[in-house]
């Protein structure tokens, strides 16, 4: 089965937009564990406009499944990475103040940097995952940086599943094949959601884990927290 890991970053843009502690990010995290997810996920930017650093230090005594801190390693990023030692550091190549992730790795023109970080990284016990695309050289540029894994960025699929052309899932079916025969494991995230999760799971051989945020929170203002965590591990099995 294909774990679950919950992004919880829209819980603390809701709480952020009115101030004090409402909702409780801490508590969300506890019960989405609770409800079956199998991992909590966070992606703390340099503004702090929605999950704040604070948050990722109080997050690691809650924490009870697979702990994933996402972000650009940049130095203040990687001291809070090795201060909370997550179960995965997932590398993302965010531009500052971008609204969301929108490209993965140029991983052979970041190797040797990428590599530093990875290896940091590994000496203290966490396992790395890279953001790549479903692009041949990407990936096998990620198997030289030393990476554990790769996260597939899945905005292309998802744009094209909701267009309807299933054709959209074969470069990330020959991105996973790849990724197998180099021995990394696969992620993935980025708008995947109740529409696409079960066909794109089913697609992808050797699918570890996904990190969903905020299409699962959007869904669970209808569906409800519990049942929404619910019906995605239905689909993963």
């Known amino acids: 089965m294909t774990k679950l890991s919950v992004n919880i970053n829209k819980i603390a843009t809701l709480r952020n937009a009115r101030g004090g502690n409402v ?35 109080d997050l690691k005594a809650i924490v009870t499944t697979e ?15 090795l201060e909370c030692k997550p179960d995965q550091v ?10 969301t ?64 052309n299933e054709k959209g899932i074969d470069p990330y079916v020959e991105a996973a094949k790849l990724a197998n025969e180099l021995g990394l494991g696969i992620n993935a995230g980025h708008d995947l959601s109740l529409d696409n999760i079960k066909f794109f799971k089913q697609n992808i051989p050797g699918l570890l884990e996904v990190s969903i945020g ?6 669970a203002l209808y569906l409800g927290l519990d049942n929404t965590v619910n019906m995605y591990l239905n689909k993963l099995k």
């Open 23 to 57: 909702p409780d990010l801490l508590k969300v995290a506890v019960d989405i564990q609770r409800f079956g997810g199998q991992g909590i996920t966070i992606h703390p930017r340099p503004d702090e406009r929605h999950i704040r650093y604070q948050d990722a230090r």
């Open 67 to 81: 702990y994933n801190i996402e972000g650009n390693p940049q130095h203040n990023f990687i001291d809070l990475v």
């Open 90 to 99: 997932t590398l993302v190549p965010d531009a500052i103040g971008a609204i």
């Open 101 to 164: 992730s929108s490209a993965g790795w140029d991983t052979i023109k970041n190797q040797d940097y990428l590599t530093e970080v990875i290896q940091e990284f590994q000496r203290n016990g966490i396992r790395t995952s890279i953001f790549v695309d479903p692009i041949l050289e990407m990936i096998e540029g990620a198997k030289k940086t030393g990476t554990d894994r790769i996260e597939l960025y899945t905005e292309s699929f998802a744009h094209q599943y909701s267009l309807g």
């Open 214 to 219: 905020h299409a699962l929170i959007s869904e």
